[in-house]
């Protein structure tokens, strides 16, 4: 019987069914045909004989149930009907994968390259580094970003952000014969679900929310590009310009005032950085050495 139930293993209901299809066939063969067809006028004790019958292959079902049942807590369900049964077992599956879950990487090497944070670098938690991808002293990479460095290399200068769900990827080599790593100098703003594939940014620019910079295009220092603007490959935007449109065309040219403003955002969105940082535990844990130290010297932390 044991073996019987064990063809509706990891189903419950299954193996229910199967119990309870094997105790007729069980009972049928423990009791003969003709005896069943007149049970209605045996005599009493031939009748208590036939209930004991019942009870025992009543209670082996059960023991054979419970033994083939993984968890001891649906050993209760055989009140229940087939269908609790699968929900029941369905919500226990769904809890292990859930615990399985390790959650995303924000590190993945790809064979010799590992993706280098500076010290004071601000990077969300759910953000993705792969491959060749080096992200320098005070920017920031923002909530799900995707830097991938797998064909070439993605440098984030100084003081410089990429800001929510942006994508930044470089290709093996770039049509216009301009260098295909995907370099952002210091001091840019990348704004919020921006799509940027082997392109240079020189410093102090600022790139406004879904725009596309394709292969080999150009932005040259103090420049801003409009939001929702498309920069085809090898395209160049000159120095102190405002552009926008798909494809991104001249507007006009910068005042003194907007240039003077290009860097002194960057900073902002640095000292706004340090706040998210302080949220989460350091790279190491020398600090816990270091307030060991001052409690021993009596100095306040």
């Not at 029941?88 to 615990?99: E, F, L, S």
């Not at 679900?193 to 020189?202: F, G, K, N």
Request: proline share 5%; glycine share 6%.
């Amino acid at each position: 019987m044991v073996d019987f139930c064990q063809k509706g293993e990891g189903n419950p209901g299954k193996r229910m069914a199967a119990v309870y299809r094997m105790s007729r066939k069980v009972f049928r063969s423990s009791v003969s045909s003709s005896s069943l067809s007149s049970i209605r006028g045996l005599s009493t004790d031939s009748a208590k004989v036939a209930e004991k019958k019942m009870a025992t292959l009543a209670r082996l079902s059960r023991k054979v149930l419970c033994s083939s049942l993984s968890s001891p807590s649906l050993c209760s369900l055989r009140g229940l009907s087939t269908d609790s049964a699968k929900v029941a077992a369905t919500a226990n599956a769904t809890d292990r994968v859930k615990w399985d879950y390790r959650g995303q990487r924000k590190i993945i090497p790809l064979g010799q390259w590992v993706p280098k944070i500076a010290v004071d670098a601000y990077v969300a938690p759910n953000v993705v580094l792969a491959g060749q991808v080096t992200v320098n002293d005070g920017s920031s990479v923002w909530n799900g970003s995707v830097l991938r460095g797998d064909l070439n290399k993605i440098t984030i200068g100084f003081c410089s952000n990429v800001q929510e769900r942006c994508v930044l990827h470089a290709a093996w080599s770039s049509p216009t014969g301009l260098p295909a790593e995907t370099s952002i100098e210091r001091f840019v703003t990348i704004g919020a679900y921006s799509l940027l594939r082997s392109c240079t940014i020189e410093p102090e620019c600022i790139i406004g929310q879904h725009s596309i910079l394709m292969e080999g295009s150009l932005v040259e220092t103090q420049s801003i590009l409009e939001a929702g603007s498309v920069i085809p490959p090898g395209r160049r935007i000159p120095t102190g310009e405002l552009w926008a449109g798909n494809p991104a065309r001249f507007v006009r040219s910068l005042t003194h005032e907007e240039i003077l403003e290009i860097p002194k955002l960057a900073v902002a969105i640095n000292d706004l950085s340090k706040s998210h940082f302080s949220e989460f535990l350091p790279y190491s844990t020398v600090y816990l050495e270091v307030e060991k130290l001052k409690k021993s010297f009596g100095i306040p932390i």
